[in-house]
């Protein structure tokens, strides 16, 4: 785990930045497409979700969810990255809802610093966003 300063300008530039935002998110994409077929299926998607245990903890605890809650809720998100309806989640319709949940990150935190502890993932896009504000710092 790491330690990172990071505010809603920090997170906007990264996305702003088409070659380092793309970059992150096609490896993200890649990394979740494990049948290599170039589209990741409803249970590709539902796997990355499930793994990183947004829905089921509430401050680290667990909390009961009904499997048939957490379909529909697996459903509803699925159906938002495949934008045009076709079963698959292309990588374009990926980097669009990606970047629509970064900038509201970016929104949510606002224009203050706050420092924020993140796991050590190599497909972490917020760990990518603040090692890109540092090395543009560094370099100044």
Not at 102 to 131: H, R, Y
């Amino acid at each position: 785990m790491g330690v990172v300063v990071i505010d809603g300008t920090t997170v906007r530039d990264f996305v702003n930045d088409d070659a380092h935002f793309n970059k992150s998110v096609d490896e993200q994409f890649t990394a979740l497409d494990t049948n290599n077929d170039g589209v990741l299926s409803r249970s590709e998607l539902r796997t990355a979700f499930e793994s990183m245990r947004l829905i089921e903890t509430h401050f680290g605890i667990d909390v009961a969810t009904s499997p048939e809650e957490l379909k529909k809720l697996y459903d509803s998100i699925f159906e938002r990255f495949d934008g045009d309806g076709s079963g698959d989640v292309d990588k374009n319709e990926f980097r669009s809802e990606m970047k629509k949940i970064m900038l509201a990150i970016a929104d949510g935190l606002g224009s203050f610093p706050i420092q924020m502890v993140l796991e050590d993932d190599d497909n972490s896009l917020l760990q990518k966003a603040a090692d890109l504000e540092a090395s543009k710092t560094a370099t100044a």
